[in-house]
């Protein structure tokens, strides 16, 4: 090896040593930190002119940190364990912003909530529900969805299908009509576990009812109960007739949007956020695809709809917590940053003072949906503890792979369940 | 260096018997062969980089694009903040792999050459920091930059990566640097030489195709990490080309075309270091290995 | 000479090991320390809750079943990129037309990142229109739509497959160092002495390579805890739960149950088990050290 070359290589290892020296940390005065999950391109951008907006409005300057939805569950818990939580950060309303509560993680917002008259701009379907934790208010909504059976309306109305299935026979009777028709009728796309969960959640509110279903996931009920076993049942004759799509693991929740966006499978079981991705791959709402409750089964039960609420807190130790208020009234009460941000990520606002025009034909049927219920209720893996939701996450994918063995898993699962509980 | 091994029959100094001699084309074949399936996923992100997100949600993935989609690539390349994060890649991947491979040479040469009692102990524990998963780390790591006031800034990246790559790189130099002829170490000291001059002058030279070897190595894998940047940064001017690549995908969006054009982009950097360095480490071993 | 010796150890050893000690070993400590409380990450009150922890351990199934993947994987990680890698590193070293080329192409997906490798080995694996599906009923003629990274029998080998993918390359490129560095007329003497390729590779070529090989495991080791990020992104564990591995488990009860107590045990745990499996490697690589030192 000669020696220029052999030069040549120690400074290639050694240059950047030197180009090291411009990093050093910089503090600001007026400014409010916020750490959210809205990444994506548009996420980004959006929530950059309505920061903007804000900051025109205010003068504070808003420090923003985005990072990708799974991630942001490790990155804001290694930041609250090391006592370096955000003045705001982006929560999922629900038994998941209880937990950060009993942790001591958060601030209560009841001053600033009184002061700026939320209740009159906050949705009631949402608003106790997701912002009052043991009888303080902690979150306001940012945006939230609902989730209903999305179809493609060209596969339903060929099958002959053109009013919504409004019970459950009527709700076979479709179903059997489209296998009929050589379509497979429901897609599901349990990969990630959680599209899974929207099914357990409507055939145990349609079956058992909302009041039985929130003890459930308060531990004060079990998974053994033959109230979760009838749904679970129901769920299971439905896979047994052949209505749900082949290998529903092997497939994340696009893939089968996907598969009912290009005709092969008929409808899916999703949340409002499917019109924001159906839109951007070109998809028309109202005239391509469109959506129906999900059907009545067991009548006299009260009408619940399932969806998340994307919530927006401060924490306990916020460094600037007069300037979080503000941002906070601002981000909800705002109805133009509102409505463009309901725009851009496919949501609901939840803010009364949003122009219905800004809605497309699908969202204001999802909003008029979600007014007729009388319940209003999170997703599974928001209403029961993160513990718990794990272990029911993983029970739906194993039921979707081999649902013939749904009494032991049943069983298992209230096991584990119930050891979960008592963490 | 003489000229090398030879596995068929052909080449090299001795030539057998005119005679057909099949193996160079089975082996062409059958390389070629595992060329072709070990560059199908390659090519499958190739494919999904010219293709917008529509065609790969609607259509099929695999299909050979009737016209190319070149879209992605302009988004990617002509956005500011991708440059900034490759800058940033740069500076925390290029100085970390320097910084460790500089620490292993001197342990590495310590455990190889002036062995003390308990040493093979210590080295066992510096070699077992690499066989546990990073997650195991994060919080006290984090609660002490915070503490040092550095959490978003590059570096806790450049240390922490510093820091994990001293296992593997002590135990590649001390591997090396035990080929060193003791004699050889003896007799620059018995000519007034320092401990340090023979580290420098005699085992360092030595060693530098497994220098490279190192080189390549940590620069790749400190390029493509993405659990630290995404715990130590938090603002986008400080992020890494990794973090940029995992939130092109939204809360419910994805962006697959995107993900693939800047994914083929950001592994440019680390080909170049291979490519870079591997005639260093192919000469390399050479010595290491087998002379001593 | 004996006292300028111990000089030039703590002078040498001074900064590495200090570095190490404040990076590596002190978290990894207080890490431990959690293992013996019910932290959840999120309060800043906790128990002190002694073996308990540890106690749970056994009668996790979960734990049960990431052990054994975690060996499964291990043992995998550890031959086939190892035995492919060699596989190659031979056959380019036969001055095959394009060499440097195939070299390229094999080390090429190290290059890439996992969350892309990841992405690209689902759509490979995706049971209806997956590169891999496609290509058996082409052959086989017939509908074929088994779904790889959805079936508890088989996800965790076809992680595995994609990760090795990755990982062959860099086996590749040792071995093809190791292999310029034996003399050719070492094997010239082979040849007229009527030994057969076969021969050749087993009885000269192989123990040559030792000390490559020895390289090789312990960075298909390294490599192979890299392997939690395509593995997070190819199944997260899934499905339900059946490709866990250790880490994976780990990271599960510490940052989505927000058991970071129990997370902390397991994680002493796999320490313990890495310190046994680095006994056994420092063994052999005694033995290299006799056989070259």
């Known amino acids: ?423 | 260096m003489a000229d090398t091994a030879t596995l068929g029959s052909t080449s090299g100094d001795y030539v057998a018997p005119k005679r057909f001699n099949p193996w160079p084309v089975v082996i062409f074949i059958c390389l070629f062969t595992l060329a072709i399936l070990f560059l199908a996923p390659t090519f499958g992100v190739l494919l999904s980089s010219v293709k917008t997100t529509r065609d790969i949600a609607l259509g099929d993935l695999w299909a050979i694009p009737s016209s190319m989609y070149w879209g992605n690539y302009v988004e990617v390349l002509s956005n500011p903040a991708v440059h900034g994060y490759m800058l940033n890649t740069f500076l925390v991947a290029a100085p970390a792999t320097a910084f460790s491979i500089a620490l292993g040479v001197l342990a590495g040469y310590v455990f190889a050459k002036l062995p003390f009692k308990g040493s093979d102990l210590v080295f066992l524990l510096v070699v077992s920091g690499m066989f546990f998963p990073p997650q195991v780390i994060l919080i006290p790591l984090f609660r002490l930059f915070n503490l040092m006031g550095l959490i978003d800034t590059l570096w806790p990246m450049i240390i922490v990566h510093t820091a994990l790559g001293i296992p593997i790189c002590t135990l590649l130099m001390r591997n090396f640097f035990a080929t060193v002829p003791n004699p050889l170490r003896e007799a620059a000291i018995l000519e007034g030489a320092s401990e340090w001059q023979v580290l420098t002058k005699i085992a360092l030279p030595i060693s530098l195709p497994a220098i490279a070897v190192l080189a390549t190595l940590q620069f790749t894998w400190i390029w493509n990490d993405f659990l630290w940047p995404l715990i130590f940064t938090q603002s986008d001017e400080k992020r890494t080309i990794m973090l940029g690549l995992v939130f092109m995908k939204g809360q419910y969006s994805v962006a697959w075309g995107i993900q693939g054009a800047m994914s083929l982009i950001a592994s440019l950097p680390t080909l170049i270091v291979f490519l870079f360095f591997q005639r260093y480490f192919i000469k390399g071993m050479t010595m290491g290995a087998v002379k001593g | 000479m004996n006292q300028s010796n111990t000089f030039w150890r703590v002078a040498l050893l001074a900064l590495p090991l200090s570095v190490f000690a404040l990076i590596i070993i002190w978290p990894l400590l207080s890490s431990f320390y959690y293992g013996f409380t019910n932290w959840n990450g999120f309060s800043d009150n906790y128990d002190f809750v002694g073996f308990e922890n540890f106690g749970k351990l056994f009668s996790d199934r979960l734990f049960m079943s990431a052990a054994i993947n975690t060996i499964i994987w291990m043992a995998i990680a550890v031959v086939l990129p190892t035995v492919l890698g060699l596989s190659l590193a031979l056959l380019i070293d036969s001055h095959v037309p394009g060499g440097p080329i195939f070299k390229t192409i094999f080390y090429l997906p190290i290059c890439l990142s996992a969350v892309v490798v990841g992405q690209v080995w689902v759509w490979i694996y995706q049971p209806d229109w997956g590169l891999l599906n496609t290509i058996i009923e082409y052959v086989t003629n017939d509908r074929f739509n088994y779904a790889w990274l959805a079936k508890p029998d088989s996800a965790l080998y076809s992680v595995i497959v994609a990760w090795s993918w990755q990982a062959t390359g860099l086996s590749m490129v040792i071995y093809l160092a190791g292999l310029t560095a034996i003399p050719g007329d070492l094997l010239e003497v082979c040849e007229l002495e009527g030994a057969t390729t076969w021969q050749r590779i087993r009885h000269v070529i192989l123990p040559l390579l030792t000390p490559a090989t020895v390289v090789v495991v312990a960075l298909s080791v390294i490599n192979s805890l890299k392997g939690f990020d395509i593995l997070y992104i190819m199944t997260g564990g899934g499905p339900f739960n059946s490709s866990d591995t250790l880490a994976m488990h780990m990271y599960n009860e510490s940052f989505k149950k927000y058991l970071m107590g129990y997370g902390s045990a397991i994680s002493v745990v796999l320490f313990l088990v890495a310190l046994t499996i680095i006994r056994l490697y420092f063994k052999q690589l005694k033995k290299v050290d006799e056989i070259y030192g």
């Open chain 1, 1 to 423: 090896m000669n020696k220029r070359r052999r030069q040549l290589l120690l400074a290639a290892v050694l240059a950047p040593v030197m180009a090291t020296a411009s990093m050093v940390p910089s503090f600001a005065a007026d400014e409010v930190t916020i750490s959210h999950y809205f990444t994506g391109e548009l996420g980004q951008k959006g929530l950059k002119e309505i920061l903007d907006g804000f900051k025109a409005k205010s003068g504070i300057t808003v420090k923003d940190s985005p990072i990708g939805h799974e991630d942001f569950k490790t990155g804001i818990l290694v930041r609250a364990a090391g006592n370096a939580l955000p003045d705001v950060f982006s929560y999922w309303a629900g038994a998941r912003t209880q937990f950060v509560i009993d942790a001591g993680d958060l601030r209560p917002i009841d001053g600033m909530w009184d002061k700026a008259g939320l209740d009159n701009v906050v949705a009631k379907s949402v608003a106790d529900g997701a912002t009052k934790y043991d009888g303080k208010r902690y979150l306001v909504p940012f945006g939230y969805h609902y989730s209903g059976l999305f179809f493609n309306k060209a596969v339903m109305e060929k099958a002959g299908i053109t009013e919504a299935p409004k019970t459950w026979e009527e709700f076979l009777a479709a179903c059997e009509k489209l296998k009929a028709n050589g379509v497979t009728p429901i897609a599901l796309g349990s990969k990630n576990r959680w599209p899974a969960q929207f099914w357990f959640d409507y055939l145990i509110l349609r079956t058992a009812g909302p009041d039985y279903r929130a003890k459930l996931m308060n531990g004060t009920a079990s998974y053994a109960d033959p109230e979760v076993k009838k749904a679970m049942d129901l769920w299971k004759s439905m896979v047994d007739k052949g209505y749900f799509v082949e290998n529903a693991n092997a497939d994340s929740w696009t893939d089968a949007s996907d598969k009912v966006a290009r005709g092969d499978a008929a409808m899916t079981l999703m949340g409002t956020w499917i019109t924001g991705y159906w839109n951007s791959i070109g998809l028309k709402p109202g005239e391509d695809y469109d959506f129906y409750p999900f059907p009545e089964v067991t009548a006299g039960v009260p009408n619940a709809v399932v969806g998340p609420v994307d919530g927006l807190v401060i924490s306990a130790n916020a460094k600037n917590p007069e300037g979080a208020e503000q941002l906070l009234e601002y981000l909800v009460s705002d109805p133009e940053a509102q409505a463009k941000w309901a725009n851009i990520q496919g949501a609901l606002s939840a803010n009364v003072n949003v122009a219905k025009s800004n809605y497309n034909a699908v969202m204001l049927k999802a909003l008029d949906t979600i007014d007729a219920a009388q319940t209003f209720a999170f997703n599974y893996d928001l209403s029961t503890p993160p513990p718990v939701a794990e272990v029911g996450l993983s029970m739906f994918a194993r039921f979707m792979d081999d649902p013939s063995n749904v009494d032991t898993i049943l069983d298992e699962t209230q096991a584990s369940a119930a050891s979960a509980f008592a963490e």
